[in-house]
């Protein structure tokens, strides 16, 4: 049986440490429909906050960390706070490190788990904003929970054409999309996102 907390980050020294690659790879002070990505990356895909939040992912998760030369694959909450709220209550972070060899049941079972006192704090349930990414700096995902949105962004045209073949459940923001996006969200919220993620409009 795995044990599931060796997964989260409790050194403070490892955390700044995967802290200085997300500053690398995301603008953390903004939110969609905001660009949230640094420059570097510079094509992108959709998809729904709830399935990337799934175990489903983790099948594409692992092709995408593979293709990278990732031997693990890191997820951080950034809302709620990892350090003023999560490791002030329970002494560590919520923010993972997941080996690329685990299954897809094991993948679950870590987002799934809990700290001991507080059930209710376990990532799939309590996570307004969370983000996957790779060591290697190739492939990040931005996802946010009252948007309902995904956002994989990849590192320039050369790794989005190397790596786009593995991921069959994602879509292009494009102007099929739009239509549906402007009957679930406020016109000025799908104008900015798609002119950030997708085609201006």
């Known amino acids: ?24 790879m995301f603008k953390t002070e903004k939110g969609f429909p905001e660009q949230v990505f640094k420059h570097q990356f510079n094509k992108f895909l959709y998809h729904s906050f709830y399935w990337t939040m799934s175990g ?20 951080a909450v950034l809302e709620p706070d990892p350090e003023n709220y999560f490791r002030k209550e329970f002494k560590y972070y919520n923010w993972l490190k997941i080996p690329v060899n685990l299954s897809e049941d094991d993948y679950f079972d ?5 700290p001991k006192e507080s059930p209710a704090d376990a990532i799939l349930y ?29 590192e320039g045209i050369t790794n989005y054409k190397k790596l786009c073949p593995v991921l069959d459940s994602w879509f292009s923001l494009d102007d099929t999309l739009y239509q549906k996006f402007i009957d679930y969200y406020p016109q000025s919220f799908v104008q900015t996102f798609f002119s950030n993620y997708g085609g201006a409009k």
């Open 1 to 24: 049986m795995l044990d599931l907390e060796r997964f989260y980050i409790h050194d403070k020294a490892d955390f700044e440490a995967m802290k200085k690659l997300v500053d690398n």
């Open 56 to 75: 489903d992912v983790w099948r594409q998760l692992q092709s995408l960390a593979n293709e990278s030369m990732d031997d693990y694959v890191l997820v």
């Open 110 to 114: 870590i987002i799934e788990s809990f």
């Open 126 to 154: 309590h996570s307004d904003v969370v983000i996957w990414f790779s060591p290697s700096g190739k492939w990040a995902i931005w996802g946010d929970r009252d948007w309902e949105c995904g956002v994989i962004g990849f």
